[in-house]
């Protein structure tokens, strides 16, 4: 059985399938996205790997939620239902660049939404660069796999549970905490030198 947090969230569904994409399932959809002739679907998938934010949120995206010279996405939460909730996400340079150069986002309305597209419809794209990316199906191959896998790619990283919990716009820190919970590198070399000594 997998441990799950207070709030009941896991990284497992009920059948044991795992539902995060793990680091090099990652780095893969990111190479993918980033060979996409598709300039578009480069950025859309992009954006998502480097933010954390659901499909949804990344298609309310506007040319004025780019902050560019500060560096990060104002993301709107769309799951605080009647509450205005944005959060600040620091970006890459790299896809600041290339928001830029595919949607001009300098030179749009701030109204203008980057990606006119349906969830659904984006939701098949995204898993489109998933299966280029050779990540086999299953509820990890999926956008909501690709936002765990962002959370987990944090936590490993060092960065302190509390932004990850602001940059992923969990509104409690039980919810954020289930990325403590994945086997990381360093667990399994402790498990290594376990098995050595046998």
């Not at 954006?47 to 996405?73: D, N, P, Q």
């Not at 340079?93 to 990606?115: D, G, K, P």
Request: positive net charge; contains cysteine.
């Amino acid at each position: 059985m997998h441990a799950t947090g207070l709030s009941g969230a896991s990284l497992y569904s009920q059948s044991g399938q795992r539902k995060y994409l793990t680091g090099p399932e990652r780095a893969r959809f990111i190479a993918a996205a980033q060979a996409c002739p598709r300039a578009e679907l480069r950025t859309l998938c992009l954006t998502l790997a480097y933010t954390g934010c659901r499909i949804s949120e990344a298609l309310a995206l506007t040319a004025g939620s780019i902050e560019a010279e500060a560096g990060f996405i104002a993301i709107r939460s769309l799951k605080k239902r009647g509450v205005l909730a944005v959060r600040e996400v620091p970006v890459p340079a790299n896809l600041l660049n290339a928001l830029e150069q595919v949607h001009r986002v300098s030179r749009l309305y701030s109204s203008t939404r980057l990606w006119p597209l349906s969830r659904s419809r984006a939701w098949q794209l995204v898993k489109s660069i998933m299966d280029e990316a050779g990540i086999a199906n299953g509820i990890h191959a999926t956008p909501k796999g690709l936002r765990h896998g962002f959370g987990l790619h944090a936590v490993r990283s060092g960065v302190p549970l509390n932004l990850v919990q602001r940059w992923l716009g969990h509104a409690r820190m039980e919810t954020t905490a289930i990325y403590l919970q994945a086997i990381g590198s360093e667990e399994r070399e402790i498990a290594q030198r376990m098995w050595a000594a046998d």
